[in-house]
């Protein structure tokens, strides 16, 4: 048995705390609030009671009530309504970030590995530099050349949570290249390329992934900052961010509701991502144990 | 230690170089003519039109004109906002206090929160120590600009105990009144990690043998803590302290839109939607050069608070 162990998934420090949540029941439950809101982001449109941007004036800020489970905007508009849609920008958002980011932080990770020498120094010190640079003034640099809109903060989040995987990558892939059995199939004249896809990258994807459902949290919470900032997804397209920053001046006429449901559902799925990664990150150090 | 210095303030001025690189190079990613973007739907009467070349030296070929801001950067002349028809330094100078005020309030909050729970999280096990890892784990998970939502929801709309977003206090104390729910939105979170932090660094100590020792010698419990306990625990605390005061940098821009706060953070969004660009270069170079400043302070001071960091175990990894 090998004893060397697999450096552990880059947990920002915020969530590390959720740590003692992730086994037991709370990682089941957890994985049931996420499938739950996939399937409402997919069944938005059956499920909405309204369309979320239909305006409604004389019906504005309306209380709970059976006809608006969770009232009105200020505009008039089905908060329900907004919510639901809401969990699609809210999720596809993250979902582009995550899966550019952990498509181009594992070829970058495993080339770093694999060629070492000046390759792994120029990689290394690219994703320093990155690192160094906070992921939402990129952003705020982007949006202001660019424009507001969805593109821009994606492809800045996407840039910075790059190194993220690339780091976690390289080290594993590194102690991977180090085993025996890779050296077994250089022996037997396999070629680098095919090595690593067939057997590197298979060994290190439980990592990768758990390292992926963690930066999911995390990228939706920056992009949500980012639409509160009115720099993400533009009105009058319903967006969890936007929401809130929309239902602020609502607030203080005491009307919590169109402010807060969407704090609410930011707030666990930002969770609910947090032990899903927490967990998955446990089960396989407790496997390689 | 001086080679790890000059190692790590060469790692620095490359972040801060690349940085203007993006920085500079940001305007000309812009569709289209830089000056049409930078005019961002102003008249382009002939004047106008010319000033902007030559405030950017847009004439000059790109290596030029990168060199001209850069020189004028490193003099501290960031050129002048298209908004308010100001000077850049002058407009950002007038902003920090507002900005440097809360962070130093919010610095205070996270420390304060953080360090009290975590300690108290350690050392009461059971009951106590679980309701303050759910807090924790809930107040990490939260945004601050959801956490300022329900700030002003609770203390200023239902309670009344302090004002909402806006309104121009005159006086320190007044100041400190009105930044005090914008503080607690921008510190909970980092107080929340620092609170995680504390609690292991003290749980870590607590089991070792030389507090065993201490209390077996029959030293009093409180000394035992202040002594042997806590100023163990310091370093790790002090490390993660000092990065989260980059973090609160940053973070600002979002408490600050949130709380109608004048400062460097509102006056960036405000910038970018204006896109006055000259502003929000300005104000991005900084912020970087600040959380790479606080950062490298922060690991060269660690050692001297905390011993057993030295230097020497940096060049390993």
């Given at each position: 048995m090998t004893t060397t162990t697999s450096p552990a998934p880059y947990r920002r420090p915020g969530l590390r705390r959720l740590r003692v949540l992730g086994q037991g029941p709370m990682f089941t439950v957890s994985v049931a609030v996420l499938v739950a809101l996939v399937l409402v982001a997919l069944l938005a449109p059956v499920l909405a009671p309204y369309d979320p941007e239909a305006l409604d004036l004389a019906s504005s800020l309306v209380g709970t009530g059976a006809d608006h489970l969770l009232g009105t905007d200020q505009s008039g508009r089905d908060v329900l309504s907004r919510l639901l849609h809401g969990a699609r920008t809210g999720l596809l958002g993250p979902l582009l970030v995550v899966t550019v980011s952990t498509l181009l932080g594992t070829l970058i990770g495993v080339v770093a590995a694999w060629r070492g020498g000046w390759a792994d120094t120029v990689l290394s010190r690219s994703m320093d530099m990155v690192f160094a640079i906070p992921g939402l003034l990129l952003a705020i640099l982007l949006v202001t050349v660019v424009g507001s809109g969805m593109t821009a903060p994606v492809i800045a989040m996407a840039v910075a949570y790059t190194p993220y995987v690339g780091r976690l990558v390289r080290g594993i892939a590194r102690q991977e290249k180090a085993r025996p059995y890779i050296e077994a199939y250089r022996v037997q004249g396999w070629s680098g390329w095919t090595v690593s896809v067939r057997h590197l990258l298979p060994n290190i994807a439980p990592t990768v992934l758990a390292q992926s459902a963690m930066n999911f949290g995390y990228a939706l919470m920056d992009l949500a900052a980012l639409s509160y900032l009115g720099f993400g997804v533009q009105p009058p397209t319903a967006d969890w961010g936007a929401m809130i920053n929309?239902?602020?001046?609502?607030?203080?006429?005491?009307?919590?509701?169109?402010?807060?449901?969407?704090?609410?559902c930011i707030v666990l799925a930002v969770v609910a991502f947090g032990i899903v990664g927490e967990g998955l990150a446990d089960r396989i150090a407790k496997r390689e144990r | 230690m001086t080679r790890y210095l000059a190692g790590r303030l060469l790692g620095l001025v490359a972040v801060l170089f690349v940085?203007?690189?993006?920085?500079?190079?940001?305007?000309?990613?812009?569709?289209?003519?830089?000056?049409?973007?930078?005019?961002?739907?102003?008249?382009?009467?002939?004047?106008?039109?010319?000033?902007?070349?030559?405030?950017?030296?847009?004439?000059?070929?790109?290596?030029?004109?990168?060199?001209?801001?850069?020189?004028?950067?490193?003099?501290?002349?960031f050129g002048s906002s298209a908004q308010f028809h100001q000077d850049v330094a002058g407009l950002i100078a007038s902003r920090l206090p507002g900005t440097a005020l809360l962070v130093a309030y919010a610095a205070l909050l996270v420390a304060l929160i953080g360090v009290g729970s975590g300690i108290l999280a350690a050392l009461r096990p059971g009951p106590v120590d679980r309701t303050?890892?759910?807090?924790?784990?809930?107040?990490?998970?939260?945004?601050?600009?959801?956490?300022a939502i329900a700030l002003v929801s609770l203390f200023s709309v239902q309670l009344g105990w302090f004002p909402g977003p806006g309104g121009t206090p005159a006086g320190l104390s007044q100041q400190l009144y009105h930044l005090t729910l914008p503080a607690f939105a921008l510190a909970l979170t980092f107080a929340g990690l620092l609170a995680r932090v504390t609690r292991s660094a003290m749980l870590d100590e607590l089991g070792r043998e030389h507090v065993e020792v201490a209390r077996a010698r029959g030293v009093a419990e409180r000394t035992v803590v202040r002594r042997h306990v806590l100023r163990n625990a310091l370093g790790p605390v002090v490390t993660v302290g000092g990065t989260m005061l980059a973090g609160l940098l940053i973070s600002t821009s979002i408490v600050e839109t949130a709380f109608d706060v004048p400062g460097l953070g509102s006056l960036l969004v405000a910038s970018v939607t204006a896109q006055d660009f000259a502003v929000v270069q300005a104000i991005t170079l900084l912020s970087v050069a600040a959380f790479v400043l606080v950062n490298l302070a922060v690991d060269l001071l660690a050692p001297l608070i905390d011993p057993r960091l030295s230097l020497h175990g940096e060049g390993s990894s």
């Open positions: 929309e239902g602020q001046s609502a607030v203080q006429q005491g009307a919590m509701l169109p402010a807060l449901a969407p704090s609410a | 940085t203007s690189v993006v920085v500079f190079g940001a305007l000309h990613l812009a569709p289209g003519d830089p000056v049409t973007f930078l005019l961002h739907g102003r008249p382009a009467t002939p004047e106008a039109v010319a000033a902007l070349r030559t405030q950017h030296h847009l004439d000059d070929p790109l290596a030029v004109q990168y060199a001209k801001w850069l020189g004028g950067v490193l003099r501290g002349d303050v890892l759910i807090g924790t784990g809930v107040a990490t998970a939260t945004p601050s600009f959801v956490t």
